[in-house]
């Protein structure tokens, strides 16, 4: 029998010794009015919930316990340059006596401790997977209205289609729609958040077509699934009818930008199709029996997908973690290594500590500026859309509202802007590629003009009044001179009351300011018209007659 007819064995897929899933999901918050008409910081109100809140503020490590401080901390810190590390950490000032005063950090970091794991099936028939949770957080911002929340999960000995699918399907703010069977599309087919015992906290109600359908139709605004609603509580969707202090509104896509760390046994037998649906996060596709796997789009469209999407400084057989690729589509940022190399699965000084701290933080600086910038055209086209011109009130909340803002992104601007966050080259190009693929700088480029021209405007419809007011002063001074130097040639008086009885002269002074005023005021009330007439005298090139004509229009009736 020749070689060529027997079939080919099949090869076992890689497994994923190791995997971790760290969703980041950007929301806007709607400001919290505070007691004296202030915008009260948001962490302050859901500290002062006690324990109506699940939420507690985590306590860094950069405290001065140095039994907390681990040299993976000081790794993180040293990786970033020093305005960034006063952004992430807060800054350390000159000793007082034998102390430090040190000045937090303008991020504030919220944690629940009540959710340890979540229990999902991927898909309809798929067997139940329960995935350990490592925290879950919310990230706050000074004198931004956006909160992150952050969920880290982690599980062990997936195959590599399982680790696939959880990356597509976990992490959907709500269901893209349903199949003919009602069954939710891209969605996970179940997911339950479990306490430390096992039992069920939250469970998603993503295939309930009739009530994200009846949300939409009524509201305009999708409706969260129940079990992310869940997990923001007490901080509630600006559109349901929960109520709720802290509210918050969708900004970005419904699907969580996501990371993913994957330690796998064989590194190298994954095919360029696994690559792609990884760094593309596009889930699993079916596999032949040689175990490999159709690309999931055409040739030409990924004809520059290694150039593009992948990092390859470590791509190779050699170093401390041999076999180690990172992919990056700004959505989603991908690690994929060997399971055997010690540095790679090192928590301390490895590639899973650079994951989870470095990494983490340069994808959450590039997700934090893109979510501020989009939450500031936000905010001006809502301003503009309140608008109403007729209304002197909205007019000057309006101008309050955008030199408010004007300010405010101008503290943003320099306080969380950034093009570089490091020397190091690998987190410099990691950065790259997020700020890249999130189209960062034409982003920040459109918002900083659209503000500045509504800033603009401001000004110059200030530089309009102050003309306007301008003229209207000199009319009344020109008109009023004629009056000042009749009645005051020589210190004439053309009434000598000056013996009179008071009565009298209170009389006729009383008289002649309630006609000087309306005088002045009249004057005030046509000093347009006035100041065109003047225009008119004073053109050497007008005639006597258009110059009369001029002066009849004053009191002629104009349609506008």
Known sequence: MNAATHPTAPTAPPMVEHFRQVLLWPVRLMPVRGSEGTHAKPWQVLADMGDASPWREVVDEFTGDSSRFHERHYNEFVSFLPYVQRFLYGEGLPKHGAQTVAQGSPMRVFRRQDIAAVRVVPRPGDAPITLDTVHVDLYFFLDVDLVLLNVEVTANHLTLETAQELMYRFGRAYPAGWDAHGQALHCLAEAEWLDAQGQVLAASDANQRDVFLAQVSTRRAPRISAHWDFMMRPLVGDHSDHPGQLRFRQ??????????????????????????????????????????????????????????????????????????????????????????????????????????????????????????????????????????????????????????????????????????????????????????????????????????????????????????????????????????????????????????????????????????????????????????????????????????????????????
């Not at 095919?271 to 690309?295: E, Y």
């Not at 943003?412 to 999130?438: D, G, I, K, N, P």
């Open 251 to 560: 900004i970005e896509y419904y699907r969580m930008p996501q990371m993913a760390y994957l330690a796998m046994d064989r590194p190298r037998d994954l095919t360029r199709s696994d690559f792609v649906r990884l760094g593309l996060v596009t889930g699993s596709g079916a596999r032949d029996p040689a175990g490999g796997c159709a690309l999931p789009y055409g040739e030409q469209h990924l004809a520059e997908f290694e150039s593009k999407y992948c990092y390859d400084r470590f791509w190779t057989e050699g170093g401390a973690a041999p076999n180690t690729r990172y992919l990056c589509n700004g959505h989603a940022m991908v690690v994929v290594g060997d399971a055997s190399s010690q540095f790679y699965g090192c928590r301390d000084r490895g590639v899973l500590a650079q994951f989870r701290h470095q990494h983490f933080l340069v994808f959450l600086i590039a997700h934090f500026q893109k979510a501020a910038l989009l939450m500031y055209s936000d905010r001006l086209a809502e301003t503009l859309k309140n608008l109403d011109i007729t209304d002197p009130a909205s007019v000057r909340h309006f101008k309050r509202a955008i030199r408010n803002g004007f300010a405010s992104f101008l503290r943003f601007t320099h306080r969380y802007w950034f093009h570089e966050v490091s020397e190091q080259a690998q987190v410099r190009a990691l950065f790259h590629m997020c700020s890249h693929h999130l189209g960062l700088d034409p982003l920040y480029a459109e918002v900083k003009e659209r503000i500045a021209e509504m800033n603009q405007y401001l000004e110059a419809d200030s530089l309009r009044r102050q003309a306007n007011t301008v003229v209207r002063l000199t009319v009344v001074t020109i008109f009023g001179l004629i009056g000042t130097v009749t009645t005051g040639f020589l210190g004439m008086n053309l009434l000598a009351e000056a013996e009179s009885p008071m009565e009298r002269r209170l009389l006729i002074f009383a008289v002649v300011f309630i006609l000087t005023t309306v005088l002045t005021v009249y004057t005030m009330v046509k000093s347009k018209r006035l100041s065109d007439f003047l225009d008119v005298l004073s053109d050497e090139r007008m005639s006597v007659w258009n110059k009369c004509k001029a002066l009849v229009g004053v009191w002629a009736r104009q349609d506008d």
